[in-house]
């Protein structure tokens, strides 16, 4: 069975600008930076720290 993960999409001004609270474990990806989000329910988008490091292939799930 194929599993298909959909992933919310939209550029860094356009997710700034919006600033929602991301729901836990809802993952965003930045569509021109290719960065990751992912939220704890209560941080609005801002807030939240990138998932993964530019320079490390590990993630961050540390605010979990």
Do not use: C, H
């Given at each position: 069975?194929?599993?298909?993960?959909?992933?919310?999409r939209?550029?860094?001004?356009?997710?700034?600008a919006?600033?929602?609270?991301?729901?836990?474990g809802e993952?965003?990806?930045?569509?021109?930076?290719?960065?990751?989000?992912?939220?704890?329910?209560?941080?609005?988008?801002?807030?939240?720290?990138?998932?993964?490091?530019?320079?490390?292939?590990?993630?961050?799930?540390?605010f979990?």
């Open positions: 069975m194929a599993i298909r993960l959909r992933m919310r939209g550029t860094q001004a356009q997710w700034t919006a600033n929602p609270v991301l729901k836990s993952i965003v990806v930045e569509s021109d930076t290719l960065q990751v989000k992912i939220g704890n329910g209560t941080s609005n988008y801002n807030s939240l720290p990138y998932a993964f490091d530019r320079g490390d292939a590990a993630p961050d799930f540390t979990f």
